[in-house]
């Protein structure tokens, strides 16, 4: 293998005529010089050797970047554990309403007020219209502990609306508290529209205590319909969730005002996207 030693010969000021000889070649050169005899002519010295460097290595191959799938917790998600779960279901034709019997469980439902109560409140004021403190948590882990381990994604598996499929919980979750006198007045739930094309299509809430505890008096989820003199009343039990549709589709509703203690709920909103885009999203 040709190479320029011009600059390792440089370094040597004299040469011996003995019979063989050795070149210093820089260690960093790795450079094998084998002994071979030296001649000498009338103008000079005549250098017979051979230079042999080792074979390159192969480089090794660059290794691929692989984008691994990393399942993150937090605290709050760490609350849901054990196997998933398949919720009862009730449902309220007259006002599109689904109701989940025991979709948390009382531990589950204790450990996110005691977090939002950690995190605190914000008050919210309306006269006579919207009396509240909420918290809005966002954390991803969250809803995928209550999308996977608490059988959402599975009740909603089969559901397919405007040609769109469920894929999870928008990662905002807002948890509501309702103190004596406090209220929330007759609205309908608005869709929400993600910048990545993924829209909310229904409301899940779920009420993290209830009255039969002695936590609170008053407080009644009312859903009205064209077609009923009267509303349908959902009393607050622990972990009972409400699923309805957003929009168009809304009942209109409210929560009757608060009498006594403190009432808490967790709301979140259902995303849909493209059949297509469903990999992307589902937990």
Avoid at 26 to 48: C, Y
Avoid at 86 to 96: A, L, Q
Wanted: charged share 25%; aromatic share 8%.
């Amino acid at each position: 293998m040709a190479g320029d030693i011009s600059a390792g010969l440089s370094n040597i000021s004299s040469l011996s005529t003995a019979d063989t000889m050795c070149i210093g070649v820089p260690a960093e050169r790795r450079t094998h010089v084998l002994p071979l005899k030296v001649g000498q002519g009338v103008d000079g010295i005549r250098l017979d050797f051979e230079v042999k460097f080792p074979k390159e290595r192969p480089k090794p191959p660059t290794p691929q970047k692989t984008v691994e799938k990393i399942t993150q917790t937090s605290a709050l998600s760490l609350v849901f554990a054990g196997p998933r779960r398949f919720p009862e279901s009730v449902y309220f034709r007259e006002v599109d309403c689904v109701g989940l019997t025991r979709f948390l469980s009382g531990y589950e439902c204790a450990q996110i007020i005691d977090f939002a109560e950690g995190q605190g409140f914000s008050r919210q004021h309306r006269h006579n219209q919207l009396q509240l403190y909420w918290q809005d948590i966002l954390d991803p882990c969250l809803c995928q502990g209550i999308w996977s381990v608490c059988g959402l994604g599975e009740f909603l598996g089969s559901v397919k609306i405007d040609g769109m499929v469920p894929c999870g919980l928008n990662d905002v979750v807002r948890i509501q508290k309702f103190m004596p006198g406090d209220l929330s007045g007759r609205h309908t739930d608005q869709p929400v529209r993600r910048k990545d094309g993924r829209v909310s299509k229904y409301s899940l809430r779920v009420f993290l205590n209830g009255m039969g505890e002695g936590s609170f008096e008053g407080g009644l989820s009312a859903f009205h319909a064209s077609s009923r003199r009267h509303p349908v009343l959902f009393e607050p039990e622990v972990g009972l969730a409400l699923l309805y549709p957003q929009g168009d589709g809304c009942a209109v509703q409210e929560e009757t005002q608060v009498l006594r203690g403190c009432k808490y709920v967790l709301r979140a909103d259902v995303l849909f996207c493209k059949p297509e885009d469903h990999h992307k999203y589902s937990c």
